[in-house]
């Protein structure tokens, strides 16, 4: 009886202390999804928005030009890629859905994979008349975790509105 009530006072503690353990957090920022876009700033007709990676691991996405300053980053699966430096400007590939207006835009003429590393951002201008009066913004990106890129795509979303916040041009 002593056997069985230890076993079980046993088995109760383990399972409290798995309990109170908190998976590993893979974003950066608590407070941020993983991956997400902030408007930075409006130039003339452009939009600029910053494609923020707040995970731990590195992002890949397809743009329309190569990148001609990057770093070497290794994977986690050992792979070496070619990163974007902390505030590249880039061209993704990119949706934008204007339901006010109805239907999509596509900016598909894109053939370079770019890597975004943990931690680091992208700025990319848009067309802003292409986003009024409202306007869903999507690029693709897939996790290194992905492989070979036979894993599905991943969306982030960035809504514009009249009302949209841009820094320094309130």
């Known amino acids: ?37 902030t408007p930075e700033r409006l130039t003339g007709d452009k939009l600029w928005l910053r494609l923020h990676n707040n995970s731990r691991w590195a992002i890949s996405f397809r743009t329309e030009q190569p990148v001609e300053i990057t770093v070497p980053f290794r994977l986690a699966d050992g792979r070496e890629v070619k990163a974007l430096i902390e505030g590249a400007e880039i061209s993704p590939k990119y949706v934008i859905d204007n339901p006010m207006i109805g239907g999509s835009s596509v900016n598909s003429c894109s053939s370079f994979e770019q890597w975004l590393t943990p931690g680091t951002s992208a700025l990319m201008p848009v067309p802003v ?17 992905g492989g070979d890129g036979h894993e599905p795509e991943h969306r982030v979303r960035f809504e514009y509105y009249p009302e949209t916040k841009v820094p320094g041009n309130n």
């Open 1 to 37: 009886m002593i056997a069985k009530s230890r076993a079980l006072l046993m088995l109760l503690a383990i399972i409290g202390l798995a309990h109170s353990q908190t998976p590993n957090e893979v974003r950066i920022n608590p407070q941020q999804p993983t991956v997400y876009l």
């Open 129 to 145: 008349e292409r986003l009024k009066p409202l306007a869903y913004f999507y690029v693709n990106f897939r996790y290194e975790w």
